[in-house]
């Protein structure tokens, strides 16, 4: 398998007022490029966790994370977040927009910061892409939730990711809006040649993605992928 990311025996263990709470339990997973996968479970299951340290922005308590061939153990905070510019796009449940800055700005901000030349005219094009070159320069207050998701969705893939993680990207959209979204958000993710992580609770939605697992009490309780494998091995001739 040739996988974009790793875990191998996580645990991750957060501090609360009433003590230590284990999060994630001997979490190991392997993320296959250019493929999408879908982590789902209850409330507290540990998806959104997962997904964070994915992202670089919890730190494992212990256990090894490879991203993008990176170690996360040999890197500070600061070269954490420049692999998240380089390599990572994140879409979240609630938007994250600038709200003083337009629609255009919003996505040619990560872009601006990259160095990248002709961002406004990228961002401009990316917005046509996903249905919004008539909201160039509206303000996020302007927009639906819907079209703020829509922006969201072009500055997470401005810098051309290989890994985009989607934490219930359709959390706060109504039934056809988060159709219409999740649509997008695959077509970006093929037409970009990414691979995909979605976190989500609508088994309908998880069931786009190539690959499923379920997460239980902090842990991996169920992987499509690795009953396909087995599938496919016990098809094979002796």
């Known amino acids: 398998?040739?996988?974009?990311?790793?875990?191998?025996?996580?645990?991750?263990?957060?501090?609360?007022?009433?003590?230590?709470?284990?999060?994630?339990?001997?979490?190991?997973?392997?993320?296959?490029?250019?493929?999408?996968?879908?982590?789902?479970?209850?409330?507290?299951?540990?998806?959104?966790?997962?997904?964070?340290?994915?992202?670089?922005?919890?730190?494992?308590?212990?256990?090894?994370?490879?991203?993008?061939?990176?170690?996360?153990?040999?890197?500070?905070?600061?070269?954490?977040?420049?692999?998240?510019?380089?390599?990572?796009?994140?879409?979240?449940?609630?938007?994250?927009?600038?709200?003083?800055?337009?629609?255009?700005?919003?996505?040619?901000?990560?872009?601006?910061?990259?160095?990248v030349r002709d961002a406004q005219a990228i961002a401009r094009t990316l917005l046509g892409d996903v249905g919004l070159g008539h909201r160039l320069r509206h303000y996020p207050s302007q927009l639906s939730g819907g079209e703020q998701q829509r922006v969201a969705l072009a500055r997470a893939v401005s810098l051309k990711p290989r890994l985009l993680l989607a934490d219930e990207p359709t959390g706060n959209l109504d039934g056809a809006t988060g159709r219409q979204v999740i649509d997008m958000l695959f077509s970006l993710q093929r037409r970009n040649e990414a691979t995909l992580v979605l976190v989500t609770h609508d088994e309908t939605l998880a069931a786009k993605a190539d690959r499923v697992i379920r997460m239980a009490d902090g842990r991996i309780a169920s992987d499509s992928g690795m009953a396909a494998a087995g599938a496919r091995a016990a098809a094979m001739p002796a």
């Open 1 to 115: 398998m040739n996988s974009i990311a790793s875990l191998h025996d996580v645990d991750l263990t957060l501090q609360s007022r009433a003590g230590a709470v284990e999060i994630l339990r001997s979490v190991s997973l392997d993320v296959e490029a250019g493929r999408s996968l879908a982590i789902v479970g209850p409330s507290g299951s540990g998806k959104t966790s997962l997904l964070m340290v994915l992202a670089g922005l919890e730190v494992a308590t212990r256990g090894r994370v490879t991203v993008a061939g990176q170690d996360y153990s040999s890197l500070d905070e600061d070269g954490r977040a420049r692999l998240r510019a380089k390599s990572i796009g994140i879409v979240f449940q609630s938007f994250h927009l600038v709200p003083s800055m337009t629609a255009e700005d919003n996505v040619a901000l990560p872009m601006e910061f990259a160095g």
